[in-house]
Every structure is written in structure tokens, then in C-alpha cells.
């Protein structure tokens, strides 16, 4: 049996007030209980207590939703959209130990820093392009930058990787936000439906990209199962794009907010290096996400938590965490650098790191040199997403 909780549930919808349910969450201790959608989950939100889950002590915490005692039993129905959304995949993020290392071992040459630093042409010349449409869009009036560029810089990028076409990658967008606003039921029956589109061209006209080559390891090796193939181009698919494109949205939001750290970075006084790695504590993209599975009883402050209960990641609470930085709530570009938990940590520490900071740090400085006088235009809702974290939209004067 778990200790029972000393507070009710925390109740979360998409789009809650990220700020909000961080304070809500610190408050409930290193171990929270939420409720989303009428299912109820865990959520570690301290770093040390992310950290230790992250490193996957010996048979503590697994990935597969096939460790979640109420899901085998059918006390939780594998046809909600929660559950298909969150936890109904096959790819390296939800696998353990051997089957993990085999799928990341058939991509991870992709994302290398030297094969991402071969990229840095390509997203330096995207963010130059994609700023001169803003410049433009900007003559008429306010801009939303994430729609022009937070957006786009991204999906370019990752589809130049995998090999998508041009046609498709607003339906990659869709996909990824669909899934990660973690209500809707279609988001899977769509991206299986685009990727065995996908796949079934890729067969007939291979190129040099991820994807085909993902193919041919299956193909002439059996190295991947079909499930495998399909859940790995769609972890690609929203890994790949929606952290990348929050976090980025998120950073020009908190420096236009905080007009005095820009001046720091406007006037050399902190490289930009500094400026990414405080974005990416005071607010990463990602929010609640990935969840993990109780493979043993497992004691975290003063709640002990059986086999088989599912505990998800609060990411952005970690990073506003007292223990690990002082005066943490507030937005300091010239914090002494200590690492966060934005990339995760352990085995399964994001593979697409170096390109998101490639890209980060690309996009960030060009923006602000680009354009001295920006400023944010109106405040915009969060995203309807239960598992992200940034804006629907980020209105600016250029």
C-alpha cells in the first residue's frame, strides 16, 4: 500500500498557469499526487528527487507503461486518449535497458556534436530567412514571432534530418501538438496514418536521411520491430519540434520580460551560453512529462509508493527548486552556472540536446541583433497542453 497523501489530489487541465502549478507543486513537497483527466498520477517535483528517478536505480523506476499495475489490472482504460498520449508508445523513451540501448544505438550517430555542428550553415541561414519574414510581417503591425519563427526554425531542421517533405510538415506541427495537449483522442490514429504514409514512400524512394535509414534497419536486420519504427519517427516527430520551439518561444518571452538581464547580454557583459542555460531552468518547455513506473516500492520524502504506480516528471518545478538554487524563482542570467534537468539526466538523457542548443543558441542572439527594439506586443494564454509548457502565441513590435 502507498502512505496516503497529506493533500488532495492536484487537479490539471490544459493549459493551467505554468507559474501557478509550480507553486502548487513545491508546495505538496519533493512528491505530489495530481489528477488529470479522472486519472490519477505522482509527479516528483525536486531535482534530487528527478534526478535519482532519471538515473534509473537497479529496478526502481521503468519506462514501459506495461509496469502500471492499474493498467494491467483495468482499473485504467488503455483507450483513453490520456493514456494513449502519454505513455501508448514503443520508442527508446518508453524501453529499458538492453531493448533501450539497441533503438538509441540505430540513431544516435545523427546527433552527435559533430554531425549537429555540421548543421550550423543550414540553421544559421533558416533563422536569417525566417527573420526576414518577420521584419515584413512586422511593417503591417504586431508579429507572432512564435508562429514565424519558434515554429518553423525547428520543423525545418528536424525535417531536413528525418527526410519529411515540405508538404507534410504542418501536419508534423498539428501531430505534435495534438498529442502533447494530451486530450485529444485522434492524435495517435493521425500520426500512425502519416507515418506508414511515410514509411511506405520512404520504401519506394529512399534517400540519405534518418528515416530511410531507420528503414533499412529494419528491413535488412530486423534491428527494429514495425512498432518501433513507426514510435521512433514519432518521438522524432514531437521531440524533435515542440521542445525545441517552446523553449525558444519561452526564452524571447523572459528576456523581453526582463528588460535588465537583456542589457547584460546586449552589452557583453554574459554570453549568450549563460542566457540559454537560465532559460532553460526558469522555464523549460517541457512540463510534466515522461512518466515513469514504480518497479519496486520506492520511498520519496514521506510517501512510500508500491509496484507498478505511475510518477510523472515535473520538469519546470525542479528547475524553480530552493535546494538546488538560491533565490530560484527569479530570472538570472548571471547565475554561477549549475546543471538543470532541462535535457533529463541518466541513460535517457534527450538525445536531440546538442541540436536544440545549436539551434537556441542560433536563434536567440539573431533575434534580439536583429531587432534592438523589440518588444512583447500582449500577453497570450498558455498552450493548451497538459504536458508543455509556453505560450499560444508570442505578439511582438519589431
Given amino acids: 500500500m502507498s502512505t496516503p497523501p497529506s493533500a488532495p489530489p492536484i487537479t490539471i487541465v490544459p493549459g493551467a498557469d505554468s507559474e501557478e502549478l509550480t507553486a502548487r507543486l513545491h508546495r505538496a513537497g519533493p512528491l505530489a499526487q495530481v489528477d488529470i483527466g479522472g486519472h490519477l498520477f505522482w ?5 534530487d528527487a528527478l534526478r535519482t528517478a532519471l538515473r534509473n536505480q537497479p529496478g526502481a523506476f521503468l519506462r514501459n507503461a506495461a509496469n502500471w499495475r492499474a493498467l494491467k489490472t483495468g482499473e485504467v482504460d488503455s483507450s483513453s486518449p490520456i493514456v494513449r498520449n502519454m505513455v501508448g508508445v514503443e520508442s527508446m523513451v518508453a524501453s529499458n535497458g538492453a531493448d533501450h540501448r539497441r533503438v538509441r544505438g540505430l540513431v544516435q550517430q545523427a546527433f552527435t ?7 550550423r550553415p543550414r540553421v544559421e541561414d533558416l533563422t536569417r530567412r525566417l527573420l526576414d519574414e518577420v521584419a515584413e510581417a512586422g511593417r503591417s503591425g504586431p508579429v507572432d514571432l512564435k508562429a514565424r519563427l519558434a515554429v518553423p526554425l525547428p520543423i525545418l531542421v528536424i525535417a531536413d534530418l528525418l527526410g519529411i517533405e515540405p508538404g507534410d510538415h504542418d501536419a ?3 501531430i505534435a501538438a495534438r498529442t502533447l495537449s494530451g486530450m485529444d483522442g485522434d492524435a495517435n490514429a493521425r500520426a500512425h496514418a502519416l507515418i506508414a504514409r511515410v514509411i511506405e514512400d520512404k520504401r519506394r524512394t529512399p534517400d540519405d536521411a534518418l528515416i530511410s535509414a531507420m ?5 535488412d536486420s530486423g534491428r527494429l520491430s514495425d512498432t518501433e519504427l513507426r514510435d521512433t519517427i514519432y518521438l522524432f516527430f514531437i521531440a524533435g519540434f515542440e521542445t525545441t520551439m517552446g523553449t525558444l518561444a519561452n526564452g524571447v518571452r523572459a528576456l523581453l520580460r526582463h528588460p535588465d538581464q537583456l542589457d547584460l547580454l546586449r552589452r557583453g557583459e554574459v554570453g549568450w551560453d549563460r542566457a540559454v542555460e537560465e532559460i532553460l531552468r526558469w522555464d523549460t518547455s517541457v512540463s510534466l512529462l515522461p512518466v515513469l513506473f514504480t ?3 520506492v520511498t520519496v520524502g514521506d510517501v512510500t ?3 507498478g504506480e505511475p510518477v510523472l516528471m515535473a520538469f519546470k518545478a525542479a528547475g524553480r527548486d530552493e535546494d538546488r538554487w538560491a533565490d530560484a524563482a527569479s530570472f538570472d542570467i548571471t547565475r554561477p552556472p549549475r546543471s538543470n534537468l532541462a535535457f533529463g539526466n541518466g541513460p535517457h538523457r534527450c ?7 545549436l539551434e537556441l543558441g542560433v536563434a536567440l542572439p539573431a533575434v534580439f541583433e536583429r ?11 498558455p498552450a493548451p497542453s497538459l504536458m508543455m509548457n509556453h505560450p499560444t502565441h508570442l505578439f511582438v513590435h519589431v
Fill in 113 to 119: 556534436r559533430r554531425r549537429v555542428e555540421e548543421l
Fill in 295 to 297: 518497479g519496486r516500492e
Fill in 305 to 307: 509508493l508500491p509496484e
Fill in 43 to 47: 509527479v516528483l517535483t525536486h531535482h
Fill in 215 to 219: 528503414i533499412q534497419a529494419r528491413d
Fill in 172 to 174: 508534423v506541427a498539428d
Fill in 351 to 357: 538525445l536531440g540536446e546538442p541540436l536544440a542548443r
Fill in 371 to 381: 531587432f534592438p527594439e523589440l518588444r512583447l506586443a500582449q500577453d497570450s494564454p
